[in-house]
């Protein structure tokens, strides 16, 4: 991060963890510590594209977004914390 903004390299993107664990919350500290704000990329939860019926494919949203949201939240946080 140092020599990014040494360079004034600006930070777009960070290819994120899938959840909430101690390499997600050591790059939010980093973030917050030099005051950037890249977009964080989520990979999928997996599992097969095509869902076999609307019931599925809301089962399948309701749990990405149980396992982003906890993501989402913590970075909110920190983003105010330095900001």
């Given at each position: 991060?140092?020599?990014?903004?040494?360079?004034?390299?600006?930070?777009?993107?960070?290819?994120?963890?899938?959840?909430?664990?101690?390499?997600?919350?050591?790059?939010?500290?980093?973030?917050?510590?030099?005051?950037?704000?890249?977009?964080?990329?989520?990979?999928?939860?997996?599992?097969?594209?095509?869902?076999?019926?609307?019931?599925?494919?809301?089962?399948?949203?309701?749990?990405e977004v149980r396992r982003i949201e906890p993501i989402a939240k913590a970075a909110k946080a920190?983003?105010?914390?330095?900001?």
């Amino acid at each position: 991060m140092a020599a990014l903004k040494r360079h004034h390299i600006e930070l777009l993107g960070w290819w994120f963890p899938s959840s909430l664990n101690a390499e997600a919350t050591t790059a939010l500290e980093l973030f917050r510590k030099y005051n950037v704000k890249p977009q964080i990329w989520i990979p999928g939860g997996g599992g097969s594209l095509k869902a076999e019926s609307p019931d599925e494919q809301s089962r399948r949203g309701a749990n990405e977004v149980r396992r982003i949201e906890p993501i989402a939240k913590a970075a909110k946080a920190r983003s105010d914390d330095g900001a």
